[in-house]
């Protein structure tokens, strides 16, 4: 009886977290297909009494005067400038865990740019704008790159870090006794071991920059750099805002992210659970 009562609260409480999850998402299908009648009718109705998937055409398409010429660019640009951000910041962070995991006394310095983390974002404004300005990079997917990785990289030097620290270190004595070096020891022991925590803080720093919306809005000033968080923004900036169309570009911009965390599945779950069971 117990157990099927604690079966029962869990499956309770797991469709419970769905619900909270999907729901949002679901009603923002709806609104996404609902022509402007159905969204302004009072009392508003759940189900749309015309479906319309004209907002989803416009969306993808690049014909003169469609919302999908700035969708679609600012698309491209949030995925390249997330993906370039996260690599170059996981291949810097990866050899400075590993310095900061295996070689005491340089926690101070960890400890510091965690510190900097924490400071609000607008403190590094005028510092980041004078910088991008001296070297030419304002409004230019390459300045983005190089501040989003001012942000992802700490992060992700932290998080490795930890998993670095939970490693058994003794293969990794075996082998520096065996004549590898620092670098063949952490490409050829220690990253095999920590392959599952690489996907999950990948995934975590590209959705970090995924979503950056305060400096992508200052630094730039056009299409050809703007993200798409920014490129939401001004969709919403007019004085008719059509929320269906809103609606329609949240659905279409979560498809990636919901991509990227299906391909990385396996690596995602073994990575945020591995450290649990260390002894």
Same mark, same amino acid.
């Given at each position: 009886?117990?157990?099927?009562?604690?079966?029962?609260?869990?499956?309770?409480?797991?469709?419970?977290?769905?619900?909270?999850? $999907?729901?949002?998402?679901?009603?923002?299908?709806?609104?996404?297909?609902?022509?402007?009648?159905?969204?302004?009718?009072?009392?508003?109705?759940?189900?749309?009494?015309?479906?319309?998937?004209?907002?989803?055409?416009?969306?993808?398409?690049?014909?003169?005067?469609?919302?999908?010429?700035?969708?679609?660019?600012?698309?491209?640009?949030?995925?390249?400038?997330? #993906?370039?951000?996260?690599?170059?910041?996981?291949?810097?962070?990866?050899?400075?865990?590993?310095?900061?995991?295996?070689?005491?006394?340089?926690?101070?310095?960890?400890?510091?740019?965690?510190?900097?983390?924490? /400071?609000?974002?607008?403190?590094?404004?005028?510092? $980041?704008?004078?910088? $991008?300005?001296?070297?030419?990079?304002?409004?230019?997917?390459?300045?983005?790159?190089?501040?989003?990785?001012?942000?992802?990289?700490?992060?992700?030097?932290?998080?490795?870090?930890?998993?670095?620290?939970?490693?058994?270190?003794?293969?990794?004595?075996?082998?520096?006794?065996?004549?590898?070096?620092?670098?063949? /020891?952490?490409?050829?022991?220690?990253?095999?071991?920590?392959?599952?925590?690489?996907?999950?803080?990948?995934?975590?720093?590209?959705?970090?920059?995924? @979503?950056?919306?305060?400096?992508?809005?200052?630094? #730039?000033?056009?299409?050809?750099?703007?993200?798409?968080? /920014?490129?939401?923004?001004?969709?919403?900036?007019?004085?008719?805002?059509? @929320?269906?169309?809103?609606?329609?570009?949240?659905?279409?911009?979560?498809?990636?992210?919901?991509?990227?965390?299906?391909?990385?599945?396996?690596?995602?779950?073994?990575?945020?659970?591995?450290?649990?069971?260390?002894?």
């Amino acid at each position: 009886m117990k157990t099927k009562l604690r079966r029962v609260l869990r499956y309770g409480a797991a469709l419970l977290v769905a619900i909270s999850i $999907l729901a949002p998402m679901g009603w923002l299908f709806l609104m996404s297909v609902s022509s402007v009648s159905d969204l302004s009718r009072v009392p508003l109705e759940w189900l749309p009494r015309q479906w319309d998937f004209s907002r989803y055409q416009g969306l993808v398409s690049l014909a003169p005067n469609q919302p999908g010429n700035i969708f679609l660019h600012a698309l491209g640009n949030s995925v390249l400038v997330a #993906t370039v951000a996260t690599a170059i910041s996981l291949l810097l962070a990866i050899p400075a865990a590993f310095s900061f995991s295996r070689y005491s006394g340089r926690d101070a310095w960890l400890s510091g740019a965690l510190a900097i983390y924490m /400071v609000p974002p607008v403190a590094f404004v005028l510092p $980041l704008y004078f910088l $991008l300005q001296q070297l030419g990079l304002l409004n230019t997917r390459p300045g983005l790159v190089m501040v989003y990785c001012s942000l992802i990289l700490p992060f992700l030097t932290w998080m490795l870090k930890n998993q670095f620290d939970s490693l058994p270190q003794d293969i990794e004595q075996a082998a520096r006794l065996d004549g590898l070096r620092f670098w063949q /020891v952490l490409l050829r022991i220690t990253l095999p071991l920590a392959k599952p925590v690489l996907g999950a803080a990948a995934l975590f720093g590209w959705l970090l920059a995924w @979503d950056e919306f305060f400096y992508a809005l200052l630094f #730039t000033s056009n299409i050809s750099a703007q993200t798409l968080p /920014v490129a939401i923004a001004g969709f919403t900036a007019g004085r008719a805002t059509d @929320d269906g169309l809103i609606a329609a570009i949240g659905i279409l911009a979560s498809v990636p992210p919901l991509f990227i965390a299906i391909w990385l599945q396996k690596t995602l779950v073994s990575g945020l659970t591995s450290g649990g069971s260390k002894g």
